[in-house]
């Protein structure tokens, strides 16, 4: 098994089969806090089971494991169809909810960016709420700087959500010829 990082407690590696259960717990509990994403229902296995095999390859799911236990995920996931956006991915990341403010979502989502810098990616974009403190915090101390905000862009629960952009340049993309 390949571990990406591994520090303390903490390792990193690739989402294997075994870790879906986890994974899918995690991501429920993310759509049941209301502050990561607008979904609102929880999702079943078969969903898991889908996200997993199309995250195979250039588009790389991570998990955080602790004490053998899986504490967060991280994936990047494709920004657009279009040739041209190729070297764009966007991303997601999940911590167990135990687990949130413990140091689990720093080296999780810089490991996700050197595997990103692995696959050529030049820039990770990501769409996330204002009012997502601890997503907020994670970004910014990571060099995640805010593009803007579309107002009032999402629905949930029947109220309108602000949506904020936010990218980070890889470092390579600076001298990409093309
Ligand atoms: C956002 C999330 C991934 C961050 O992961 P984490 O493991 O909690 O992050 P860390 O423990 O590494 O902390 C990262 C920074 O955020 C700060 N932080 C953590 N929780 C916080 C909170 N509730 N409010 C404010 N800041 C918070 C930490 O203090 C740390 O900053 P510091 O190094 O300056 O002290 C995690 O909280 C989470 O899974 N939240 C629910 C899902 C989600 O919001 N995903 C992002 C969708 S855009």
Known sequence: MQKIHSEASLCIRFVQAKDLEAVLHIYNQGIADRIATLETEAKPFSYIEDWFNSHQGRYAALAAERHGEIVGWAALNPYSQ?????????????????????????????????????????????????????????????????????????????????????????????????
């Open 82 to 178: 279009r040739c041209a956006y190729d070297g764009v991915a966007d991303l997601s990341i999940y911590v167990r909810r135990e687990h949130r403010g413990t140091g689990v979502g720093t080296p999780l989502l810089s490991a996700l960016e050197e595997q990103a810098r692995r696959q050529d990616f030049r820039k990770i974009v990501l769409f996330t709420f204002p009012f997502n403190e601890a997503g907020q915090r994670l970004y910014r101390k990571s060099g995640y700087r805010i593009v803007g905000t579309f107002e009032k862009q999402g629905v949930q629960d029947g109220r309108e959500i602000d949506v904020m952009i936010m990218e980070k340049r890889l470092g390579s993309g600076e001298d990409v010829q093309v």
